[in-house]
C-alpha cells in the first residue's frame, strides 16, 4: 500500500531527527502533500498515532499542508516540511 511506504519512510525521518533518549522530543510534525498526491489527509491523520508511537514523536501533533500547485515539481509527493522540538520530560 502506497500509503504505508510513506509513513514508514516518514517514521525513519523522524527517529532520525528525534532518537528517544537524546534529550528532545518532537510536539508537532509539519507535512506538506502535493496537490496530486493520492493520500487522503484522513488517513494520514488516523494513523498517526500508531506511525509514531515508540519514537521521540510519540504524542506530537500532526499538521498537513495540501497544495494546489499542480505543476509542482513534488506534486505527487508528502514532504517532511518541519517539526517542533520540546525538551524531553526525564532531565
Request: glycine share 14%; hydrophobic share 40%; no cysteine.
Amino acid at each position: 500500500m502506497h500509503e504505508e511506504a510513506l509513513l514508514r519512510d516518514l517514521r525513519r525521518k523522524l527517529e532520525e531527527l528525534a532518537p528517544i533518549g537524546a534529550g528532545e522530543r518532537i510536539t508537532v510534525v509539519r507535512i506538506w502533500l502535493g496537490a496530486l498526491s493520492h493520500v487522503p489527509e484522513s488517513t494520514l491523520r488516523g494513523r498517526w498515532a500508531e506511525t509514531v508511537r515508540g519514537t521521540g514523536a510519540d504524542g506530537s501533533r500532526l499538521e498537513i499542508e495540501r497544495s494546489a500547485d499542480l505543476a509542482d515539481p513534488r506534486a505527487q509527493g508528502l514532504v517532511l516540511a518541519g517539526v517542533d522540538l520540546a525538551p524531553t520530560g526525564g532531565g
